[in-house]
């Protein structure tokens, strides 16, 4: 069965330090991954997905980036943290195939301090 | 353009109750799929259900139901005799692509609480 990791599972930084988050995909092959924010109360809000190795397409702009440097593997990072990153960040997979579910992880929780 | 709506924020309910949680979603597209998330307060999201728009039968899981009807583009959650347990924040999102990103839509979530 497929699994889905994220780390760290919570994160306190200091305004402009660096960020590296990761989401490791287990059973599959060729997912599509997907990195979603969601800000306290809110909804979820697209960040980037990935359709496949070195392939990212990002929904919003802002300070925040993404790699996927191997098949299921899927890198969110910041160069320098604004506090408006704080937030709870998902990463999600899906095949690749007709079906169209989305399986998320269980998160990691970011706070800018 | 893509739009789904939960105007229901917060819900609370004692428990045994039954409670429906609202859905509207607008799109043009005539193939699209529909979902279901439950968001516990460990954070994860955990599926619930998918319904393409061409089913518009209705499912039952349990104590959990669902009405997909497309005259009135909603997709509206029931759940039967509520339990503490049922306590979360319950999203439904959209989805237009069958190729590509697939990217989902999500509405803004609501809250229910179940009191025992």
């Known amino acids: 069965s497929q699994t889905i990791h994220q780390w760290p599972a919570t994160l306190v930084q200091p305004v402009g330090s660096p960020l590296s988050l990761e989401c490791t995909v287990e059973g599959t092959s060729n997912p599509n991954l997907y990195w979603y924010r969601q800000a306290a109360g809110r909804g979820l809000q697209l960040l980037f997905y990935s359709v496949g190795i070195g392939q990212i397409s990002s929904e919003v702009p802002q300070n925040l980036s993404a790699s996927r440097p191997q098949d299921r593997q899927f890198i969110l990072s910041s160069k320098k943290l604004l506090l408006s990153d704080s937030g709870f960040y998902l990463c999600?997979?899906?095949?690749?195939?007709?079906?169209?579910?989305?399986?998320f992880g269980p998160g990691t929780r970011l706070t800018v301090l | 353009a893509q739009k789904v709506t939960q105007a229901q924020t917060e819900i609370s309910v004692v428990e045994k109750e039954d409670v429906t949680l609202d859905c509207v979603y607008e799109?043009?597209?005539?193939?699209?799929?529909l979902f279901w998330y439950k968001q516990p307060p460990s954070g994860e999201l955990v599926f619930l259900i998918r319904r393409n728009s061409f089913d518009e039968q209705n499912e039952i899981s349990g104590r959990y139901s669902w009405n997909f009807q497309k005259s009135t583009s909603s997709f509206n959650f029931t759940i039967t005799a509520s339990q503490v347990v049922d306590s979360a924040v319950y999203f439904c999102?959209?989805?237009?692509?069958?190729?590509?990103?697939?990217?989902?839509?999500f509405g803004t979530g609501t809250r229910l609480t179940v009191i025992p």
């Open positions: 999102a959209l989805s237009e692509d069958q190729t590509g990103a697939n990217n989902l839509f």
């Open positions: 999600a997979w899906r095949t690749g195939l007709s079906t169209d579910t989305q399986y």
């Open positions: 799109t043009r597209d005539t193939t699209y799929y």
